[in-house]
């Protein structure tokens, strides 16, 4: 049963686990880069529920429009604006394509910069990261997970440690977000 998926984006600087480990822990790697249509993740990610049923988390492994804000006029550790992922990226405008998978998984962990950051000012904008991420959540019928920080992470593996900021939850149901601590299962633990 294929449990655990990593879609990475190769502008995200990294390595991968190794087939021995992919094998063992059932991970499944979709990669994209800006020539990659997310169609083709939403395919990857159906056929592999076809084959072994309902996923337990997709991580999504690239960066996240961060470290300005046009509409605030400032620099910093800011984002909310979309995430680099494939070629059209995950965005305000397209979130929706996401029902492509929807119900096909059941946690979605994010490990991008300010992936659900909204500054003061900022909400009901492209640069809500909030909405963004509860839209993905209700989009996909899957628990969203994604922090409101700039992410540090080693290249090596993958390994982002401890969140920076605060970390999310957002519900399928449209509720409002929730801060928790962790998420049901971190990459580290399967890689």
């Given at each position: 049963?294929?449990?655990?998926?990593?879609?990475?984006?190769?502008?995200?600087?990294?390595?991968?686990?190794n087939?021995?480990?992919?094998?063992?822990?059932?991970?499944?790697?979709?990669?994209?880069?800006?020539a990659?249509?997310?169609?083709?993740?939403?395919?990857?990610?159906?056929?592999?529920?076809?084959e072994?049923?309902k996923?337990?988390?997709?991580?999504?492994?690239?960066?996240?429009?961060?470290?300005?804000?046009?509409?605030?006029?400032?620099?910093?550790?800011?984002?909310?604006?979309?995430?680099?992922?494939?070629?059209?990226?995950?965005?305000?405008?397209?979130?929706?394509?996401?029902?492509?998978?929807?119900?096909?998984?059941?946690?979605?962990?994010?490990?991008?910069?300010?992936?659900?950051?909204?500054?003061?000012?900022?909400?009901?904008?492209?640069?809500?990261?909030?909405?963004?991420?509860?839209?993905?959540?209700?989009?996909?019928?899957a628990?969203?997970?994604?922090?409101?920080?700039?992410?540090?992470?080693?290249?090596?593996?993958?390994?982002?440690?401890?969140?920076?900021?605060?970390?999310?939850?957002?519900?399928?149901?449209?509720?409002?977000?929730?801060?928790?601590?962790?998420?049901?299962?971190?990459?580290?633990?399967?890689?």
């Amino acid at each position: 049963m294929a449990e655990y998926v990593i879609a990475r984006d190769r502008r995200l600087t990294g390595t991968l686990p190794n087939a021995f480990v992919q094998w063992w822990y059932d991970l499944n790697v979709i990669t994209t880069d800006g020539a990659t249509p997310l169609r083709q993740l939403f395919n990857s990610v159906n056929t592999l529920h076809g084959e072994h049923g309902k996923l337990h988390s997709l991580f999504v492994l690239c960066h996240g429009f961060a470290g300005s804000s046009t509409r605030l006029r400032m620099s910093g550790d800011v984002g909310g604006q979309g995430l680099q992922l494939g070629r059209e990226g995950v965005m305000h405008g397209n979130v929706s394509a996401w029902e492509a998978i929807r119900g096909k998984v059941t946690n979605i962990v994010v490990y991008a910069c300010a992936a659900s950051n909204t500054e003061a000012g900022n909400e009901f904008t492209a640069e809500d990261g909030q909405y963004l991420m509860g839209a993905l959540a209700i989009h996909t019928d899957a628990t969203v997970y994604a922090a409101n920080r700039i992410q540090w992470y080693q290249p090596q593996n993958f390994d982002f440690g401890r969140w920076e900021g605060q970390l999310y939850k957002f519900s399928p149901t449209g509720t409002p977000p929730q801060p928790v601590n962790r998420v049901p299962v971190e990459l580290r633990e399967v890689s």
